[in-house]
């Protein structure tokens, strides 16, 4: 891409005023690429005279309220900077819409890779992708031991009624943005509201967490770590065992019968990564919390995913595409729906 040109997110003009006093060292023939995004919010790097910067926006198209809340995202990486939660460093936030048509913010690179596809897995060796599931757990668990009064996430989140508010939010969002009539979503909500589980304990959640919503780099010995965790729009205050089969979700990456999702299909069923079981237990040896009904937890998390995946093709068909994906997204919605009545079955 050659300098000047346009990047469709990032209009020129506007940006560049704006980053000569909020990121100095850009200068005015810097060039972006998009490095992630379309599914959800979308990521770019930005490389320029002095320095490179990776910038996150809102996806283009229609949104659904309440979703893509730049300031909330921002607010959350900058509280855990010097805690034990690998996290970006966040260097701006803009939240005047006239700059690139949405809030915005801004954070430094981060050494590592992202192995959203089995081939970018393929690198590691068994050993070392156990050994990056160990790094995923223990990540995980230090996100749910943070320090809320310390980092003043204390009212980043009601401290009560979680999973009440997340079935009446993704119930709204799922009217919001379905583009046909699917009975077993029903089915599926009414389930879910039935089943709901008595209120548990309250911690910071990721919202969204997943293998490739880390960076990972191999140690000096050999040894996988997670540089840093990315994609915080979901994160809030609730229940971690939420958060937990979030991840169960996204670690299956296929259904039952073996047909791919939208995300991570293929990369833990590689030979090396522990099964979601296992990788339950060991979060269970690591926190100390029971995870022995996690089925509605799970169900759950199927469900959120087929309503953002439905968000998703939504923005496909009205031709607001960004990134790869889209054309995936709308025949796996009623896949994760079936896989989440499973659960609860």
């Known amino acids: 891409m050659s300098a000047h040109e346009e990047v469709r997110g990032i209009p020129r003009a506007s940006f560049t005023a704006w980053a000569a006093e909020a990121v100095p060292g850009l200068g ?17 790097r930005v490389t320029g005279a002095e320095r490179t910067v990776i910038v996150r926006r809102p996806p283009m198209g229609k949104l659904l309220p309440s979703a893509h809340d730049m300031a909330r995202e921002h607010r959350v990486l900058a509280a855990l900077q010097g805690t034990t939660v690998p996290v970006p460093e966040v260097l701006a936030l803009c939240e005047d819409p006239e700059v690139v048509g ?15 596809e089995p081939e970018e897995a393929a ?24 320090d809320l009064d310390a980092t003043g996430l204390r009212d980043f989140g009601r401290p009560s009624g979680y999973l009440e508010r997340q079935l009446r939010r993704w119930s709204g969002q799922w009217e919001a943005s379905r583009t046909r009539e699917l009975p077993a979503m029903d089915e599926l909500v009414r389930r879910l509201e039935a089943g709901r589980p008595q209120e548990g304990e309250v911690t910071l959640v990721h919202g969204d967490y997943r293998h490739d919503n880390t960076l990972v780099r191999v140690g000096p010995e050999g040894r996988p770590e997670v540089a840093a965790v990315v994609d915080w729009e979901l994160s809030t205050l609730g229940d971690p065992l939420a958060d937990l089969a979030t991840w169960l979700t996204y670690w299956t990456g296929r259904d039952t019968e073996g047909r791919p999702l939208i995300v991570g299909a293929g990369v833990p069923a590689m030979p090396g990564f522990p099964s979601a079981e296992e990788l339950a237990r060991r979060y269970a040896v690591a926190t100390g919390r029971d995870v022995s009904h996690l089925d509605w937890y799970r169900a759950f998390t199927d469900f959120r995913l087929a309503v953002i995946a439905e968000g998703v093709h939504a923005r496909y068909l009205a031709g607001a595409a ?4 889209y054309d995936r997204a709308g025949a796996s919605v009623p896949l994760i729906v079936e896989r989440a009545l499973s659960h609860l079955a």
């Open 123 to 146: 690198g590691l060796t068994e050993a070392q992708r156990d050994a990056w599931s160990d790094a995923l757990v223990a990540v995980l668990a230090a996100i749910h031991a943070v």
């Open 28 to 44: 005015e023939d810097w060039h972006a690429e998009v490095i992630s995004g379309g599914l959800s919010n979308i990521t770019y």
């Open 102 to 116: 949405a809030p915005f913010y801004v954070m430094a690179e981060v050494t590592g890779d992202v192995h959203r």
């Open 322 to 325: 960004s990134g790869p994906g």
